[in-house]
């Protein structure tokens, strides 16, 4: 199929449907994931349409304000589900850990009320309402601009905010993973925050299902040697992990 056509199909479909996701693209167009991401690129660069984590959304469509949390939640569940109860293995009572804004994160903090005392930070609010009533946790939740798109708070005050910190361990999530280009995002709005959660943790733990490797992304949050951990389903492709774990990456594969 020539790009024009994949382009005009991908177009259709999201007015179709308001939202698709990259799954979907693949599964209509025959095509990989990364092509689905570069056309994805090409369509939002042309304002065509607009990118989310995991798809796309109409630049016609008044649903494009909703958060795109809600769509991304229930792709590849079981596996997140699986990721974020192998990430309690790393945590010890009475840690002070950091929660990047994600899906899988959301799915970690559901699974906290097993511990005695925790001190967590994110700029989530999907967290946040997870843990709000949880008497275990100390919550602290950063300051910062609202970003409708993933519920969260961002900008300046957010990442000053985690540079003020000295926590345990980050949980960091991203979208993209590369053995040689290292752990990427699309959003400009959180990079500097998820960089600023990096430098203040002692440990840094990735959590990440498959659908993230086997692609390049807009932003390079850290070189693959800056991730202590990575958990990760084991849908991914087994040559991916040889590379990582050749590059001296700790991978824990659920």
Not at 95 to 119: F, H, N, P, W
Not at 131 to 158: E, P, Q, R
Not at 194 to 205: E, N, P
Not at 210 to 215: D, M, R
């Amino acid at each position: 199929m020539l790009q024009i056509e994949r382009h005009n199909n991908i177009l259709a479909l999201v007015e179709q449907n308001n939202f698709i996701s990259i799954e979907e693209l693949m599964a209509a167009l025959q095509v990989s994931r990364s092509t689905i991401r570069r056309d994805l690129l090409d369509l939002e660069i042309t304002n065509k349409l607009t990118r989310t984590r995991g798809g796309a959304v109409s630049k016609h469509d008044d649903t494009a304000i909703v958060p795109d949390f809600e769509p991304r939640k229930s792709l590849h569940r079981e596996e997140k589900r699986r990721i974020a109860n192998a990430a309690l293995n790393y945590i010890e009572e009475k840690d002070t850990i950091l929660l990047d804004e994600g899906t899988t994160t959301v799915e970690l903090a559901k699974l906290l009320d097993r511990y005695a005392s925790l001190v967590v930070a994110t700029y989530d609010l999907n967290i946040v309402k997870e843990l709000g009533t949880m008497d275990n946790i100390n919550l602290v939740v950063s300051s910062g601009a609202y970003k409708v798109s993933s519920n969260t708070v961002i900008g300046y005050f957010a990442e000053k905010f985690f540079s003020e910190i000295h926590a345990d361990i980050f949980f960091l999530a991203v979208d993209a993973v590369d053995p040689q280009h290292g752990c990427m995002c699309y959003s400009m709005d959180e990079i500097l925050i998820k960089k600023s959660m990096i430098r203040s943790a002692k440990k840094t733990i990735l959590l990440v299902d498959h659908s993230k490797f086997e692609t390049i992304d807009f932003l390079n949050v850290c070189g693959i040697n800056e991730v202590n951990t990575i958990i990760t389903g084991v849908e991914v492709n087994p040559e991916t992990i040889a590379q990582l774990k050749d590059a001296g990456v700790n991978v824990v594969l659920v």
